[in-house]
């Protein structure tokens, strides 16, 4: 899987941009500010349909119009793919247009074509941040290897939305506590849906994570199980029934999953050290990238925003070790002192200032 060339307009800080990648490694150097995240968000916008940071799509507007497009070239198994995406604005709402090889797509469907894993300073709490960041790290792993998981999480979050504002109506005299039964069907469909695709990704994920671990830190043993919903969820969703009523929100479900994450026997989250828990965040970012090859034959896209300089050199040595495995990679850095010269002399090298990428120099 490769990306070709980019092309933004209008995208953040990037008035125009044409960009054509190499095949392997893709340096940008920049100073802070400059667009080296916006770059890789639009990549990802690509590949997982939604920015990963932005809270509002409208952020992603440029001041020069009231839309932004991201297009980019891609190579899949060979085969030249286009795609397109305009973001527009119209006084608070913002919506979405996209194409894939000129015929329209809908988001929720879009993600599984431009595979990419993203690694940024943020995950560097994977593992000690709260679930949420468990919670994100599978779904943007599973929205991209299993087709029908974006959409079973979206009605997920529709069924939820709506089931905790019939919960406040119930308790506030409103509402029958038997009109509680249809969404409580869908939650129950929907979670043994995302459920089952969750834990067998973690399955497949945990002897993946183990040995990037080992092969960074000789001996040191990762274990990574899925926290799912209970086991009889229509049982436990009923006993729950009263509490939920009581706090006018759902307590049970795939909205409260995690990962449990641990070191030979101790919970990484509480007992590990930092350097530990970063070489356990590096070896959950490249199984990601491991099962993605697995599950569809070609590595993804691998985006390091700005986590080289955060690293030692073991843990850089390994997520740089991709350069030349068949992935194709996309750093940025403030600087070029974390590469290696002899990566340097095989990669494209740009710099970034104020939304203009040239050659460095
Ligand atoms: N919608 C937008 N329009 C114009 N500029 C934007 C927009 N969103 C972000 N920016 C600018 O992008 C810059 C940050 O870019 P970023 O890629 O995060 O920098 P870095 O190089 O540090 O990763 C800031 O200067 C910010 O003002
Ligand atoms: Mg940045």
Redesign the pocket.
């Known amino acids: 899987m490769r990306l070709v060339s980019l092309t933004l307009r209008n995208f953040?800080?990037y008035p125009r941009l044409e960009l054509e990648l190499a095949p392997q490694l893709n340096v940008f150097l920049?100073?802070?500010?400059?667009?080296?995240?916006?770059?890789l968000?639009s990549v990802a916008i690509l590949a997982l349909s939604s920015s990963p940071r932005a809270r509002r799509e409208s952020?992603?507007?440029?001041?020069l119009a009231a839309e932004a497009t991201v297009e980019a070239s891609v190579e899949r198994h060979g085969r030249p793919l286009e795609m397109a995406m305009r973001i527009s604005s119209e006084g608070d709402r913002t919506s979405k247009m996209i194409r894939v090889n000129g015929a329209p797509r809908r988001a929720v469907d879009l993600p599984g074509e431009l595979q990419a894993t993203l690694f940024w300073p943020e995950d560097l709490s994977l593992v000690k941040g709260g679930p949420e960041h468990r919670r994100r790290f599978l779904n943007e792993l599973l929205v991209q290897v299993e087709p029908g998981y974006g959409r079973a999480l979206a009605a997920y979050r529709r069924v939820l939305e709506q089931r905790n504002h019939l919960l406040k109506r119930i308790s506030a005299g409103q509402a029958e506590a038997a009109q509680l039964e249809v969404w409580d069907e869908e939650l129950i469909r929907l979670t043994a849906v995302i459920g089952s695709s969750r834990e067998e990704a973690v399955r497949e994920l945990g002897p993946l994570a183990a040995a990037n671990q080992a092969a960074i830190s000789p001996g040191e043993r990762l274990d990574v199980a899925y926290a799912g919903p209970p086991p009889d969820f229509a049982q436990a969703l009923a006993t729950a029934r009263s509490e939920d009523l009581r706090r006018g929100s759902t307590g049970l479900g795939p909205h409260r999953d995690d990962l449990v994450i641990r070191i030979g026997e101790q919970e990484a989250r509480s007992f590990a050290s930092q350097g530990q828990q970063r070489t356990a965040v590096v070896s959950l970012k490249l199984a990601e990238s491991d099962l993605i090859e697995r599950r569809s034959g070609e590595r993804p896209v691998l985006l390091l925003?700005?986590v080289l300089s955060e690293l030692d050199a073991a843990r850089r040595a390994a997520l740089l070790a991709q350069v030349g495995s068949g992935g194709q990679v996309i750093v940025?850095s403030v600087e070029a002192e974390p590469f290696p010269a002899s990566l340097i002399e095989l990669a494209r090298v740009l710099c970034?200032e104020a939304?203009q990428v040239s050659p460095c120099g």
């Open positions: 953040r800080n920049g100073r802070n500010a400059q667009g080296k995240t916006n770059l968000e952020e992603l507007i440029g001041p925003d700005d940025t970034i939304g």
